[in-house]
């Protein structure tokens, strides 16, 4: 059914004041180190013309990993570009993370120790500080929780953190924000030690917390970093078991246990549902569910389910979704191309809706799912979609005096400008038209894929999104448009007013 929204030129409603850091993103320590990660789709799996093939052994990631070298983070492309999208919070995790050795005097002479599973170098981790730098982030880590550690029943020593947070304290670049362990609760999953349990980690955890308030109390304590321990796929049929099918999902309550040290931002991660590379273990969505209710609302869903959760461990206090993407494993076939922009947008504004926080992409430049493609750094039309969003929307929310249903989602923010009015973003994600009234004229970002839906560049009134000359970007311009606006299936508008 097609929709008709109306704008509202005063009077809604404000919500919140949301961190100007909202938009942040992972760089996997995987990507730094080098390692193995995602294998790429093909160019026809991408385009939706070849089925990408069944992998019912999900378990033997040999199957669908393969090694990258490390990234190179002194690209110019790669700062220029990430220095357009503004200020951000850098997230080195993952659960290559969990087994990283840091050789930062080279005594290694490049051979794993028992227990790891890689290596970092001082050249590595000074690099990527200097990434940090240079865009002015912040950053967050989670340290090493493995075999070459500590044995399961053994408290957590911290000598391997400290070299990490005194070597970036050191450089000028410290570590602002710490996670303990990346996915704690899929204990079997993410490389700790042999026998570890949830009690094991919730007295690790204290210990951590108290360990980083006596040496680094600048740093804030972040957790509980989970996945999946709550409804995490909404309504998709089948998708009971989660991104650990077969596997124990540890709750958070007892991964904190009786919680002595103290939280200052909650963090979970959320995917919107499993690759096709992991489909077998369940929770992955047709293509054609891309734009249905119930897969854009998984996101706010997520965000709704732990909000009780934030409230009880960080009262008052800021949400960070540490990991996000449209699908664990990678990304979708379809993640790099238009049709994933629909979803993101609506993350940010349904999100914003909920909580005060963060979110981290994932990621900024490795896998389908990366705003950048990996190895050249060309944008993909969701980082144009994010730069829009950065560059439009303020930091105040306010409802949008729109119900949310299919073909009108609606939020509503302040100017990024400073100047009086709103800024709308209205995403279609219908089959019909949606039209729009305003209350006055406006300048219209409207976006639509390139011909189709599953385009692997974006359209900006009209015209293609692509890198210039020397990396120039497009202009991102406006066009002005008055009295009422026709939105086409599928596409995406900011409304500044």
């Known amino acids: 059914?097609?929709?008709?929204?109306?704008?509202?030129?005063?009077?809604?409603?404000?919500?919140?004041?949301?961190?100007?850091?909202?938009?942040?993103?992972?760089?996997?320590?995987?990507?730094?180190?080098?390692?193995?990660?995602?294998?790429?789709?093909?160019?026809?799996?991408?385009?939706?013309?070849?089925?990408?093939?069944?992998?019912?052994?999900?378990?033997?990631?040999?199957?669908?990993?393969?090694?990258?070298?490390?990234?190179?983070?002194?690209?110019?492309?790669?700062?220029?570009?990430?220095?357009?999208?503004?200020?951000?919070?850098?997230?080195?995790?993952?659960?290559?993370?969990?087994?990283?050795?840091?050789?930062?005097?080279?005594?290694?002479?490049?051979?794993?120790?028992?227990?790891?599973q890689n290596l970092l170098t001082k050249d590595q981790w000074l690099s990527l500080?200097?990434?940090?730098?240079?865009?002015?982030?912040?950053?967050?880590?989670?340290?090493?929780?493995?075999?070459?550690?500590?044995?399961?029943?053994?408290?957590?020593?911290f000598e391997q953190a400290d070299l990490l947070f005194r070597t970036s304290k050191e450089y000028g670049v410290p570590i602002s924000a710490a996670e303990f362990t990346n996915e704690p609760n899929l204990i079997a999953l993410s490389g700790l030690p042999q026998g570890y349990t949830a009690a094991d980690h919730a007295r690790d955890n204290d210990l951590f917390g108290a360990w980083l308030k006596e040496n680094y109390p600048e740093c804030l304590f972040v957790g509980p970093c989970t996945v999946g321990d709550i409804n995490l796929f909404g309504a998709l049929e089948g998708a009971g078991g989660g991104m650990a099918a077969g596997y124990e999902i540890v709750t958070t309550e007892a991964l904190l246990g009786e919680y002595k040290s103290k939280l200052d931002v909650f963090s979970y991660?959320?995917?919107?549902?499993?690759?096709?590379?992991?489909?077998?273990?369940?929770?992955?969505?047709?293509?054609?569910?891309a734009l249905t209710e119930q897969y854009l609302e998984v996101a706010g869903n997520c965000a709704r389910q732990y909000i009780a959760r934030r409230d009880k461990y960080v009262p008052g206090g800021q949400m960070w979704v540490t990991e996000s993407g449209d699908a664990g494993c990678g990304g979708n076939t379809w993640a790099s191309t238009y049709v994933d922009v629909p979803r993101t947008l609506n993350e940010l504004g349904d999100f914003s809706t909920v909580t005060d926080g963060v979110i981290f992409h994932n990621t900024l430049a490795?896998?389908?799912?990366?705003?950048?493609?990996?190895?050249?750094?060309?944008?993909?039309?969701?980082?144009?979609?994010?730069?829009?969003?950065?560059?439009?929307?303020?930091?105040?929310?306010?409802?949008?005096g729109e119900p949310i249903r299919e073909g009108a989602h609606v939020y509503a923010h302040s100017r990024k400008d400073g100047?009086?009015?709103?800024?709308?973003?209205?995403?279609?994600?219908?089959?019909?038209?949606?039209?729009?009234?305003?209350?006055?004229q406006a300048d219209a970002y409207i976006l639509t894929g390139n011909g189709k839906m599953r385009s692997r560049t974006m359209l900006l009134n009209g015209k293609e999104l692509l890198l210039g000359e020397n990396d120039e970007l497009p202009e991102l311009t406006s066009v002005s448009v008055s009295g009422t606006v026709e939105l086409a299936a599928g596409s995406c508008a900011f409304f500044v007013l």
């Open 1 to 116: 059914m097609a929709q008709f929204v109306k704008l509202q030129a005063s009077g809604l409603e404000k919500l919140r004041e949301m961190d100007e850091r909202l938009v942040s993103y992972n760089v996997e320590m995987t990507e730094v180190t080098g390692g193995t990660f995602w294998k790429a789709y093909t160019d026809a799996q991408v385009d939706g013309t070849e089925e990408f093939p069944v992998i019912s052994d999900w378990q033997n990631m040999g199957n669908l990993q393969q090694w990258y070298d490390p990234i190179d983070t002194k690209n110019p492309r790669l700062i220029k570009l990430a220095k357009e999208l503004g200020t951000a919070w850098v997230r080195v995790s993952g659960t290559w993370a969990n087994k990283t050795y840091y050789d930062f005097d080279g005594h290694c002479n490049g051979k794993v120790p028992e227990g790891f």
């Open 129 to 157: 500080l200097d990434f940090v730098k240079a865009i002015d982030g912040k950053l967050l880590v989670s340290i090493a929780n493995c075999p070459g550690i500590h044995a399961a029943d053994e408290p957590m020593p």
């Open 269 to 289: 991660h959320y995917y919107n549902g499993v690759s096709e590379r992991g489909a077998a273990m369940g929770g992955h969505w047709p293509y054609e569910a």
């Open 366 to 400: 490795s896998s389908d799912y990366g705003f950048l493609k990996h190895g050249t750094f060309e944008p993909r039309p969701n980082y144009f979609a994010v730069l829009l969003w950065n560059r439009l929307m303020g930091p105040a929310v306010y409802t949008s």
């Open 419 to 440: 100047k009086d009015g709103y800024v709308y973003l209205v995403i279609n994600n219908s089959a019909e038209t949606t039209t729009v009234e305003l209350p006055k």
